[in-house]
Structure formats: C-alpha cells, structure tokens
C-alpha cells in the first residue's frame, strides 16, 4: 500500500470514528422533549436555539461529535439541579416545566448516561465523571 492511500485510509478512519450516533432512548428523549415544548403555550415553552437544534440532531440520529457530547456533558452538570424543581414530573404543579423540557430537549437521562459512557470510553472524563 502507497503512502497516499495508508494517508486516505486513516483519514476515512478518523472520520468515521470522530462521531457517534445517539441511540434509541436518547432520540426518544429528544423528540418527547420536542413534543412537550410543542404543546405548550408560548409562555412555557423550554429551549434555546443551540438546545433545539440539539434536540433535533438528536431527535433525526444524526451523528454527534466528541466536542458536541463534551458540550452535551457541561449542560448536563450545570442543570441536575433542576430536577430538584417543581414540574418535573407527571402531576406535579407546572409540569412540564422549562426545565424538564430543555434536559429532554438535550437527550434526557438516557443522554446524560450516553454522554458519561462516550467520554469514558474516549478517555475525556474519568470513573467519576471529572473531565480529564
């Protein structure tokens, strides 16, 4: 094998790794967050734009890179906080609050748990969680 082609080859490798697909309960997660937001009246309604352009990535299972899943983690410790709040869960008073929609909106539990198991595996955060 010619040195162009060993170069090509690593380059469609590296392409090919650098990203990762969501699975099903992170997708699901996203699309329900995107349908809780939906029927809301505008008052309630959760999300930025970088959080719905991420929900909907996730939503489509469009492929997430390692730099989006580092983002997605930051989110995550930043808002675990919010599930202390009122309108988190069905039968709750405010539920759906923004603050349930937006952790959907970003792939829910089963994103934060997809994020962890991704950043582990790459070697960016340690056992625990800690970014490396």
């Given at each position: 094998m010619d040195a162009i082609q060993a170069l090509?080859?690593?380059?469609?490798?590296?392409?090919?790794?650098?990203?990762?697909?969501?699975?099903k309960g992170v997708r699901e997660a996203a699309a329900?967050?995107?349908?809780?937001?939906?029927?809301?009246?505008?008052?309630?309604?959760?999300?930025?734009?970088?959080?719905?352009?991420r929900a909907r990535?996730?939503?489509?299972?469009?492929?997430?890179s390692y730099a989006t899943l580092k983002r997605m983690k930051a989110y995550f410790d930043r808002h675990e906080i919010?599930?202390?709040?009122?309108?988190?869960?069905?039968g709750e008073e405010g539920y759906p609050s923004k603050g349930y929609q937006a952790w959907l909106?970003?792939?829910g539990d089963p994103g934060q748990?997809?994020?962890l198991s991704e950043l582990r595996q790459a070697g960016l955060v340690d056992k625990d969680g800690v970014t490396l």
């Open positions: 090509m080859d690593l380059l469609q490798y590296v392409a090919m790794t650098d990203t990762v697909r969501p699975p329900l967050g995107l349908r809780l937001r939906e029927d809301q009246p505008p008052s309630n309604r959760a999300g930025t734009p970088v959080g719905l352009a990535d996730l939503a489509n299972g469009r492929p997430v919010d599930k202390e709040a009122s309108g988190w869960r069905p909106l970003w792939g748990r997809w994020v």
